[in-house]
């Protein structure tokens, strides 16, 4: 069947054949609801190294979401060998932001494949195309917007001691994602902010009196 729509979807415009596949990804997420319950998002957001990736591993063993990290799953498709692997890479080493396009795609695979009704992203949405575009295609409002607050001065110090081996740890890169967090992500947290939708979290702290604040926002929302 689907072999057919594809011979088929050759025959036709462009944007006519992204719109349908679009649809059938959003109708794919509908049909994922668990149990018949309505699957649930909740956006990560705070500047690098203020610790959502950390927090997100609490949340997953005390509250049963699952977690999806934008940044993990590019990494991930850079180790894949993906044909637009060595371009995402570059990408993440200049400290830039991924096009909208590539990250929203890896985080419907991962919802469809999840089977969960509740999902923690995490960096996402990064800036605003991320936003608009994650609005069209997956058309699911988050539930609130979790942002961790933290002081570039802490950020930076937790990245240069995070070891983990990633590309962008290094002080050229973290100077650069912290501008780009400052222009390009921080509008996307007001413009939830200006809808009452965030939830800020003091990440300054250290990170098991975080996750006691985090708790009390989840508890309530159980
Ligand atoms: N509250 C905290 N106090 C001190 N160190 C912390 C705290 N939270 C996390 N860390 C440490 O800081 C580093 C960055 O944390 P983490 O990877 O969770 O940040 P992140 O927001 O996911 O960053 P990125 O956006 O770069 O992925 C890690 O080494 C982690 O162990
Ligand atoms: N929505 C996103 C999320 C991440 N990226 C790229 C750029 C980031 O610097 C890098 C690492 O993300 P992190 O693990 O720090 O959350 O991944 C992006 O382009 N778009
Ligand atoms: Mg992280």
């Known amino acids: 069947m689907r072999g057919g729509l594809v011979a088929s979807a050759r025959l036709l415009p462009r944007p006519l054949v992204r719109w349908f596949l679009q649809r059938r990804a959003q109708q794919d997420i509908n ?11 909740i956006f990560v957001l705070g500047g690098p190294g203020s610790g959502k990736g950390t927090q997100c591993s609490n949340i997953v063993e005390h509250f049963g979401f699952i977690h ?5 799953l590019l990494r991930a498709e850079i180790n894949s060998g993906s044909e637009n692997g060595t371009m995402i890479d570059t990408i993440i080493k200049e400290g830039k932001i991924v096009p909208s396009e590539i990250t929203i795609k890896l985080l419907q695979e991962a919802i469809i494949k999840g089977g969960n009704d509740k999902y923690i992203i995490d960096g996402f949405p990064r800036n605003e195309e991320n ?7 997956i058309n699911i409002s988050p539930e609130f917007v979790l942002f961790f607050d933290c002081s570039e001065e802490e950020m930076e110090r937790r990245l240069l001691g995070r070891n983990q081996g990633r590309s962008d740890d290094n002080i050229e890169t973290i100077r650069k994602r912290l501008k780009v967090f400052v222009e390009s992500s ?7 902010e200006s809808k009452g939708m965030v939830k800020k979290i003091d990440a300054t702290k250290p990170a098991p009196e975080v996750f006691e604040d985090v708790k009390a926002i989840f508890t309530h929302m159980a």
């Open 131 to 137: 936003r608009v575009v994650f609005e069209s295609v």
């Open 68 to 72: 999806l990290s934008a940044g993990e």
């Open 31 to 41: 049909e994922n609801m668990s149990g018949g319950k309505k699957v649930k998002i």
């Open 186 to 192: 921080l509008p996307v947290i007001e413009y939830y």
